[in-house]
């Protein structure tokens, strides 16, 4: 089990923009996935968007397709979320995930992958 630290939250008004980036390190295995989860207050978590490392699709949540954006960095084991056209409904705690399992490309295809590993998670908060 390695460790997950994400950065780049904050306060933006509605329409702005924001990039998360989250670093895995000290993985003795390969990390086969990771993604974004976010949790609003009240409401359960749920996965906006997912990624298998070096897979050619990723999952987003309906509600943020066309405008967010998950991706892998060169750096092994770093992705990133681009933030567009923030809504106040974006509003929450974001939590970097990732997994070692194989079987965990399948729960992202499918939408359902439940994570081994979680961040600390990051604030976004979008008002004006």
């Known amino acids: 089990q390695g460790q997950l630290v994400e950065t780049g939250g904050g306060s933006v008004q509605p329409e702005g923009s924001l990039r998360l980036s989250c670093a895995g390190s000290g993985y003795a295995r390969t990390v086969m996935c990771m993604g974004w989860f976010r949790q609003a207050p009240g409401k359960e978590r749920e996965g906006v968007a997912l990624?298998?490392?070096?897979?050619?699709?990723?999952y987003v949540a309906d509600s943020v397709k066309g405008r967010f954006t998950i991706s892998e960095d060169n750096a092994k084991n770093t992705i990133h979320l681009q933030m567009n056209s923030l809504k106040p409904e974006d509003t929450g705690t974001y939590y970097c995930?990732?997994?070692?399992?194989?079987?965990?490309?399948?729960?992202?295809?499918?939408?359902?992958?439940?994570?081994?590993?979680w961040g600390q998670g990051t604030q976004v908060t979008v008002s004006s």
């Open positions: 995930a990732a997994d070692t399992r194989y079987s965990c490309r399948l729960g992202v295809r499918d939408g359902n992958w439940d994570p081994h590993d």
């Open positions: 990624i298998p490392l070096g897979a050619p699709f990723t």
